[in-house]
């Protein structure tokens, strides 16, 4: 019989974390946890009793995540705060890519910088934004490659595991092929994505044309102001 893994799908949202712990099937063996492999220690740490502050002070302390700490692990807060209970359920890891996850941190500050720039003078600096764009797609795709074979090496030990995941869930799918019967569950629906990740996925499949790209970050300047 085909292992199994079950790919919950959030959104960047911050109530997406209580939906992820709503839709955990609580007969898998492993959950996958969309944190950087170098916190898995204390991820095991926090199943033996460490509390969150604790390991967010911890986490600062070896500085494992650039500052603000608590902003990188918001989105899964929720579930780090009941690892304890969890983890007595399932065996924890956390899979994604350190480079990839600190260079995304660096990414997102990096175009807040240029958002709150261009909102200012109004004006778009497009091959910069084009730049960061490309330059963390091709990290992320490269970081997928090695997070999919960590997925294929630790999730064969269980009849069935858990993985929670962004909307790259669908690349982590492919790359892992026919290894294990998979299945895709996404927890806020419809979800309307913004002008920004809209951009991203565009850039992914193919090229785009710079009338379309600025227009997008045009549509995302606004709808930063809007937010």
């Not at 492919?174 to 629906?189: C, Q």
């Amino acid at each position: 019989m085909s292992r199994v893994i079950d790919f919950i799908v959030r959104s960047p949202s911050l109530t997406s974390g209580e939906k992820v712990l709503s839709s955990l099937d609580r007969s898998s063996e492993a959950l996958f946890l969309p944190l950087p492999r170098s916190l898995d220690e204390l991820v095991v740490e926090m199943v033996f009793g460490l509390g969150y502050d604790e390991f967010v002070e911890e986490v600062r302390r070896r500085s494992l995540l650039p500052e603000p700490v608590e902003n990188w692990l918001r989105e899964n807060k929720p579930i780090l705060e009941r690892i304890h209970w969890l983890g007595k359920r399932m065996v924890t890891y956390c899979y994604r890519d350190d480079t990839a996850f600190s260079e995304g941190c660096r990414s997102s500050l990096k175009m807040a910088i240029l958002a709150l720039r261009d909102s200012l003078r109004e004006r778009p600096d497009l091959d910069e934004w084009l730049s960061e764009l490309e330059r963390n797609r091709r990290m992320r795709e490269e970081a997928i490659e090695r997070e999919a074979e960590l997925l294929r090496e630790e999730a064969s030990s269980y009849n069935k595991s858990t993985c929670v995941a962004g909307f790259e869930a669908v690349r982590l799918r492919e790359k892992l092929g026919g290894e294990f019967r998979m299945r895709i569950h996404y927890v806020e629906t419809p979800y309307h994505f913004t002008p920004l990740e809209i951009l991203r996925r565009e850039l992914s499949i193919g090229k785009v044309s710079r009338e379309r790209a600025e227009q997008l970050i045009r549509e995302h300047l606004r709808f930063i102001h809007e937010y």
